[in-house]
Nanobody, 120 residues
Framework: QVQLVESGGGLVQAGDSLRLSCAAS????????MAWFRQAPGKEREIVVA?????????LYVDSVKGRFSISRDNAKNTVYLQMNSLKPEDTAVYYC????????????WGQGTQVTVSS
């Protein structure tokens, strides 16, 4: 059974950095795409960034985080990270880790989410 467990959220000030972790278990993820989504209060959930586990290549999907956010994975720890720098109040959201099989369009596995709050 696939499990994704996020950690690392918290309350920070504008300009600070945070690194979120997503510990993945239950199978090997070589043929998976891992992603970070976020949902701000009153807004729809949006995909922020995704990484192909096997190759390590990744893409950002939100213009406002370009140059500030990045994703990486640690094969030995089966963990995906979201590095967030120069945080802004508009980055405040619940951040979710998700996984889908390479070639699929639907993310089948989700973590419980971790709250990130950025104060001005």
């Amino acid at each position: 059974q696939v499990q994704l467990v996020e950690s690392g959220g918290g309350l920070v000030q504008a300009g600070d950095s945070l690194r979120l972790s997503c510990a993945a278990s239950g199978r090997t993820f070589d043929n998976y795409v891992m992603a970070w989504f976020r949902q701000a209060p009153g807004k729809e959930r949006e995909i922020v960034v995704a990484i192909t586990w096997r190759s390590g290549s990744w893409s950002l999907y939100v213009d406002s985080v370009k140059g500030r956010f990045s994703i990486s994975r640690d094969n030995a720890k089966n963990t995906v990270y979201l590095q967030m720098n120069s945080l802004k109040p508009e980055d405040t959201a619940v951040y979710y880790c998700a996984a889908r099989k390479t070639g699929d369009t639907t993310y089948d596995y989700w973590g419980q989410g971790t709250q990130v709050t950025v104060s001005s």
